[in-house]
Nanobody, 124 residues
């Protein structure tokens, strides 16, 4: 199983980035997926999740209205469109596969496969 995250970079505050996570080794269309992030000295936190079909999504309050998660099951890829970026969004962003029920989507201990992370840096 491989999760390959990409799309991070350096952007000015107010700008946008789109992260991608390409998944292999799983039946992707059956899997709920999420994005987490970890800033220096901080714990890894939930950012956004999407169920297997894409019809159910969830967002952390800190990104609601600015970030959009989506998926393309034909391409085995989950995306995170980030807009109106702020300095506090600076972190390494990770995609992950949820093991078990959707109701556990915010618990990082319920994820078993993780991507390698992609750095997002927002300059103010």
């Amino acid at each position: 199983v491989q999760l390959q995250a990409s799309g991070g970079g350096l952007v000015q505050a107010g700008g946008s980035l789109r992260l991608s996570c390409a998944v292999s080794g799983l039946t992707f269309s059956n899997e709920a997926m999420s994005w987490f992030r970890q800033a220096p000295g901080m714990e890894r936190e939930f950012v956004s999740g999407i169920n297997w079909s894409g019809y159910t999504t969830s967002y952390a309050d800190s990104v609601k209205g600015r970030f959009t998660i989506s998926r393309d099951n034909a391409k085995n890829t989950v995306y995170l469109q980030m807009s109106s970026l702020k300095a506090e969004d600076t972190a390494v962003y990770y995609c992950a596969r949820l093991r078990g029920g959707w109701f556990n989507y915010a618990r990082k201990d319920k994820y078993d496969y993780w991507g390698q992370g992609t750095q997002v840096t927002v300059s103010s």
